[in-house]
């Protein structure tokens, strides 16, 4: 689908997307790139980040790829690093990377409840932390009278209970939680948005591959309104706070699942 948005909105500025090698974050990285920014993505997986690198410069997007894990402070550092000497400075962080898996709470191992409050929680706090002497106003490299922006990614499982998600549910809340605590000193302090955005049912992502009962998704494909978005709903949700149309939005989870969480607890 056509973009709504200028295709110069972003033009100059520096965009580094966790989990950008795929799915949502690969998505956002594409929309950045084709706005004007350009683009560095983070992900476990060399080769998914390299095809995702191809891909991105077949639309001439300027873009580099890093191998690493957000669970890993040393990882962290080295890419946020990497992404400033590459484009010589950083005005948006997108944090996209996540785990998850479908299980019963009561055949989960406190280590697989760390294992994803590890990457979706502590992982996004640790690049949010590590990216802040760049997105602070006055930061290497910025335009001095102005900060930079962050966008977490989270879900919705979180607004009422979702079913053998209690790991992921509890560790994307607290993302929420995170960027409500940032935007409020972040903003005051360093002129630097923090939003989030919480997708619903996302077609063709691992979220919905990986975890969505087939019970559930029929139900989804009947309803006229809650049927699924497209990770270009996504990406639009962000250029929207990336760009100057979002300056005065900060704190906000905007919520991007054409109402499902309303039906709640029906699915
Ligand atoms: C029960 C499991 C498990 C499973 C892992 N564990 N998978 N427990 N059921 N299916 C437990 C392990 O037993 C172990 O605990 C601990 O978790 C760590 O497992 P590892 O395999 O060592 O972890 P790792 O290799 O680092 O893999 C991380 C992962 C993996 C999260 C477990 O699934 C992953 O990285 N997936 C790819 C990313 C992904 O799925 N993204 C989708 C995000 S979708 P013990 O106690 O045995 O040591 C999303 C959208 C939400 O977030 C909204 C949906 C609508």
Redesign the pocket.
């Known amino acids: 689908m056509e973009s709504p948005f200028k295709a110069d909105v972003l033009k100059g500025k520096v965009a580094l997307v966790t989990?950008g090698g795929s799915?949502i974050g690969y998505e956002i990285s594409l929309q950045l790139g084709k706005h004007g920014a350009s683009v560095a993505i983070m992900g476990?997986r060399k080769h998914v980040v390299d095809s995702a690198v191809a891909a991105l410069h077949s639309h001439a997007i300027p873009a580099i790829g890093f191998d690493g894990d957000v669970?890993k402070e040393e990882d962290a550092a080295r890419v946020v690093e990497s992404t400033f000497k590459h484009f010589g400075k950083l005005d948006i962080l997108v944090n996209a990377a996540?785990?998850?898996?479908?299980?019963p709470a009561e055949?989960?191992?406190?280590?697989?409840f760390?294992?994803?409050v590890d990457?979706?929680t502590i992982g996004t706090f640790r690049m949010c932390r590590e990216a802040l002497k760049y997105l602070k106003k006055g930061g290497p490299g910025k335009d001095p009278s102005t900060g930079g922006l962050i966008i977490n990614i989270s879900?919705?499982?979180h607004y009422g209970a979702?079913w053998y998600?209690i790991h992921?549910s509890a560790a994307?809340a607290a993302v929420d939680s995170i960027t409500r605590s940032l935007a409020l000193e972040w903003g005051t302090d360093h002129d630097i948005r923090v939003n989030g955005i919480a997708?619903?049912?996302?077609d063709d992502?691992?979220?919905?591959i990986?975890?969505?009962p087939e019970e559930i998704l029929s139900q989804i494909k009947q309803k006229p309104l809650y049927k699924f978005g497209e990770k270009w709903d996504i990406a639009m949700a962000a250029l929207y706070l990336a760009s100057d149309a979002g300056k005065f939005v900060n704190g906000t989870i905007m919520v991007v699942d054409g109402g499902q969480w309303l039906s709640r607890p029906r699915f």
Do not use: E, H, Y
């Open positions: 989990g799915g476990r669970r996540a785990g998850n898996f479908l299980v055949d989960l191992s406190p280590n697989g760390r294992t994803v990457i979706d879900a919705i499982l979702t998600q992921a994307k997708p619903g049912a996302i992502t691992a979220g919905v990986k975890l969505a």
